[in-house]
């Protein structure tokens, strides 16, 4: 099992659509997979249509309250398993932040559910900041996934998410942690501004980026307002056929990362 997270500091760049998206997809391709919603605004957990969470959350394992698996609850979707977000979790930036083990409390709740929990995948759908919830993100994840914009702006924001990484791999918190992946959003074939981004990103980062670019369209703006990903809400769209292929290449680069 590998916990993966989805996080970039900077906010509207498809963070969310792209965590709910590749759970969804991925669970489609029996992958079995618990999406956690570490956003306090709780955008993943009505993406996905989830709306009675019975008081569930990483706030109660993050204060050590509770256990993670006691927050887990089933999806109407076949292999996808989520622990929702709610406001709560605002509160855990100031609590958390005042024990000892601040940067470690997520590492340490999720721990038991790579002995427990038969699943291939956690997804962690981080908030857009650089604080506690992030920083713990980071210190509990295998692996980093960014999404990007492409915009001008994306090279500056991605700069600073790679220097937070490399702040938490050279500090000892989590030695092992890489940014093995960038995800192009909101990619628009009619403007050279997208293909220039693409390319200047590519330059920078090489085969961290992804082939599959997701693709700028109105059903993947309008989908989590019906709290539906794309592939339930527009299943032949573009969205869809862009998380499709987002999810088969995923699989295909950690199937050669184990061989």
């Known amino acids: 099992m590998k916990i993966i997270a989805i996080a970039n500091q900077k906010g509207g760049v498809g963070k969310t659509t792209t965590a709910v998206n590749l759970a969804a997809c ?3 391709k029996r992958k079995q997979i618990l999406l956690v919603d570490l956003d306090p605004q709780a955008n993943a957990t009505s993406a996905l249509g989830v709306t009675e969470t019975g008081g569930k959350s990483m706030y109660g394992p993050l204060i050590g309250q509770s256990a993670a698996a006691d927050q887990i609850i089933a999806t109407r979707f076949a292999n996808l398993w989520m622990i929702p977000g709610d406001i ?17 409390r997520l590492r340490n709740a999720l721990e ?17 900041s650089l604080g506690i919830l992030m920083t713990n993100a980071l210190a509990a994840a295998d692996e980093i996934l960014v999404p990007i914009q492409c915009e001008y702006f994306a090279l500056e924001g991605l700069s600073k998410i790679d220097s937070v990484i490399h702040q938490i791999a050279d500090g000892g918190i989590n030695p092992g942690l890489a940014m093995t992946g960038i995800v192009m959003t909101m990619f628009d074939s009619r403007t050279n501004l997208s293909s220039q981004v693409v390319a200047e990103v590519r330059n920078h980062f090489g085969d961290k980026v992804y082939k599959t670019m997701i693709p ?7 989908a989590p307002s019906f709290g539906k990903p794309i592939i339930e809400y527009e299943p032949i769209g573009a969205g869809s056929i862009a998380y499709n292929a987002l999810a088969k290449e995923f699989i295909t680069r950690h199937a050669a990362q184990a061989s």
Do not use: F, K, M, S
């Open 112 to 128: 038991p559910l790579r002995e427990q929990a038969p699943l291939d995948y956690i997804v962690l759908d981080c908030p857009p």
């Open 26 to 28: 991925l669970a489609a």
């Open 88 to 104: 709560n979790l605002a509160g855990a930036e100031i609590e958390v932040a005042r024990q000892e083990d601040h940067l470690l």
């Open 216 to 222: 700028r369209t109105v059903r993947l703006g309008e």
